[in-house]
Each structure stands twice: as C-alpha cells, then as structure tokens.
C-alpha cells in the first residue's frame, strides 16, 4: 500500500496569505496525485487531478504540481472560504489518502 | 449535473451486516470508463478508500477488507451497494459514495453516518 505524507498538519495563515501544502509518497505514484478540500459536515470536493489539472469551476488560485514522491499544493492568495481541510490521494496503486493539513485562520 | 446519494441503516449492531446503497442521478452509472467507490471516514479523521466497482461487475476491494466486503451494482436502478460483515465499533464511519475517474473521486455523495453499537 502506498503511505501519503502531508506536512504540515496545520497551517496558520491570514487571508490573502500565500498556502504551501506538502505531500510525500511511499514510493512513486508518477503523476497520478489529487488534492482534496473538506469542510466540516462536506463531503470532500476534488480540487486537483494527475497532479496538476484544476477541476471543473475550480478557481484559479488552486495550483497543483510535482512526480514521482513529492507533490505541491499551492493557494496563491487565500480567501475566506478557503480554510478547510485539504488531502491529497494517490490513484497510481490502489487508492490511498495522506492524513491532511487543516488551514486555520491565524 | 451527476448526484450520488446514500441511504441506509445508521445503527448497527456489533457482528452483524452493514449495507448502504448509492443512488446516482443526473447520468447513467453504465456510461463512460468510470468507477464507483465507496469511501469512510471516521469521525474527527482521514479518509480511508474500502473499494470500487465497474460497470462490467468487476470489484476491486482495500485488502485489509477484502474478506468483509461486498460491492454490487444494479444497472437497472442506477445503484451500486456496499455490505460489511462483522463490524466492529472501528467501522464506525460517515461512508461516502463517489465517482471514480482519472485515478480521483469526482463525484461524491453528501455521506451518511452509521454508528455501530449495540
């Protein structure tokens, strides 16, 4: 099974901020990596697929990139509505989720 | 616009049999090269993939799992289900059904809590 790291676990950053997320694989998953935002009570909504394509009506702020074992999910400028949980998940082995970063209001 | 929705018991008893059943609208489950996931969550954690299956029938299960789950899929109503043999309080989960393509979940139903306890 694929493990999927994400650091940090928690990111505390104002509105308008810069978001960096991390996510390390086991081993490599090639470009086969989505990122997942999750709000509380939501289901998870698909950001990102094959590492770097925005999803339908995705906004453009949401970046995707990296192969192999390290992936980057990036927030250019952060709105309100943007903290939330994020997760990254690899389709390359069987599925597999990293454990999340959670972007609070600092 | 596709819509999954789940329905199901949402107490169950320890050792028994938990079924749900996703209800997809809006598109037909027997088009495209999708697949068609179950995903849990418990509750305060991550997410946790329990299995997929094809339009052709064809199952493919989370090993740690395998041998409690079952996958169906009813073309004619437009469903597929999950069962979970000898649950335990760890099966305790919001379970989501999702749609699967490029190797991601595009599609997701809203989620459905069972909690399992006697």
């Known amino acids: 099974e694929v493990v999927l790291t994400q650091s940090p676990a928690t990111l505390s950053l104002s509105p308008g901020e810069r978001a960096t997320l991390s996510c390390r694989a086991s081993?490599?998953?090639?470009?086969?990596l989505a990122w997942y935002q999750q709000k509380p009570g939501q289901a998870p909504r698909l950001l990102i697929y094959?590492?770097?394509n925005r999803a339908t009506g995705i906004p453009a702020r949401f970046s995707g990139s990296g192969s192999g074992t390290d992936f980057t999910l990036t927030i250019s400028s952060l709105e309100p509505e943007d903290f939330a949980v994020y997760y990254c998940q690899q389709g390359s082995d069987w599925p597999s989720f990293g454990g999340g970063t959670k972007v609070e209001i600092k | 616009q596709l819509q999954l929705q789940e329905s199901g018991s949402g107490l169950v008893e320890p050792s028994q049999t938990l079924s749900l059943t996703c209800a997809v609208s809006g598109g037909s489950i027997s088009t495209g090269l999708y697949s068609w996931s179950w995903v849990r969550q418990p509750p305060g954690k991550g997410l946790e993939w329990i299995g997929y299956i094809y339009k052709s029938g064809s199952t493919y299960c989370k090993q740690s799992l395998r041998s409690r789950v079952t996958i169906s899929v009813d073309s004619s109503k437009n469903q597929f289900s999950l069962r979970l043999s000898s649950v335990t309080a760890a099966d305790t989960a919001v379970y989501y059904c999702?749609?699967?393509?490029?190797?991601?979940?595009?599609?997701w139903g809203q989620g459905t809590l069972i909690t399992v306890s006697s």
């Open positions: 081993q490599s998953v090639y470009s086969s």
């Open positions: 094959d590492s770097s």
């Open positions: 999702a749609r699967s393509g490029h190797s991601s979940f595009d599609y």
